[in-house]
């Protein structure tokens, strides 16, 4: 039998199928993301708070650079074999060379549901996976932008588009600034100094919605995401199978840096779990907002259809519940 948070998935995917009206009223689903993030970055801050002598500042930084590594293999990828218009490469670029939350907390409860250890500083995967290939693919679409307008110099078209991407284009601080400030990053980043300086003793008072409640409300959040998931995928695609194909497919490919490093570096089976769900999945809340924002041209429709409405359920439904198995069976 699957993990019980899956079937919550699998419920959820099965209502919007049959176009059920069963649905997750919009400010409910807002609590139970801020919960679940503030969830998330508490459980790593009492871990940090309990064995914070234990982390690996180094490793980090190597876990940090696959942020940066990734985007630069999956562009020409995209652009060539998926023959995608180049901002729209440079945008499911950013959004695969990012991470999903949701993954992460899925890769979590299953780590747990095997008893897998966890290393103290697991949760910072997540916030160190986020940001480095937005940043990079919004100052790689920057540089691309410049240099077609310099080499168009003198001419109206050239001037023209000049002024709309002064007009529509973030500066790179004010991307850092919309990156860093997000909501997910504040929540996660929060939990984690929450949980870090209070610990068990000063969470007692909260533990039981915060702490004990994670499972229901991970259940609850992956209901929402079943039904979006259908949504965003009715009517199939057929004219995208190249990007439907590489959705399909690239998890498989992109697990294997995140479990190679892990293992590498001797991280704790639980740890090597999640760093491979972390980079076999795509970003489906912060680099939509970002990419939106900076690059209006992109069609996040196709990104949102890639990471969420393909990526995502494979990831949920199989690619991390076989990897759980084997590396619990390990």
Known sequence: MPDIVVAFFALGLIAGLVKSDLKVPGQIYEILTILLMLSIGIKGGLALHSGGDSIV???LLLIMALGFLLP????????KL???PRVDAISIA??????????????????????LPLAADTTLYLVILELPAIVLMLAFYHWRAQKEVAGAEGTLQAANTQAKNASSSASMGAIWHEALTSRGVILLMGGVAIGWL????????????????????LALFLLEMGIT???ICRPFPFKLWRLVLFAALAPLVMLWPGLLL?????????????????TASASYIAAPAAIRAAIPSADIGKAMLAALGITFPLNVLVYIPVLALLLGSY
């Not at 004990?212 to 409300?217: D, E, T, V």
């Not at 892990?262 to 972390?278: D, M």
Request: proline share 5%; charged share 10%.
């Open 82 to 84: 998926v023959r995608l």
């Open 94 to 115: 950013a959004h695969y060379g990012s991470v999903s939350a949701g993954t992460f907390a899925v890769a979590w409860a299953l780590a747990e549901s095997y008893q």
């Open 72 to 79: 630069p293999i999956l562009f020409p990828v995209l652009r």
């Open 198 to 217: 209070y610990g068990p003793a000063g969470l007692a008072s909260i533990e039981g919605l915060v702490l004990n409640g994670f499972s229901a409300l």
């Open 57 to 59: 500042w180094s490793n």
């Open 262 to 278: 892990g293992i590498y570096l001797e991280l704790p089976t639980g740890s090597i779990l999640v760093l491979s769900a972390l």
């Open 229 to 231: 998931t259908a949504r």
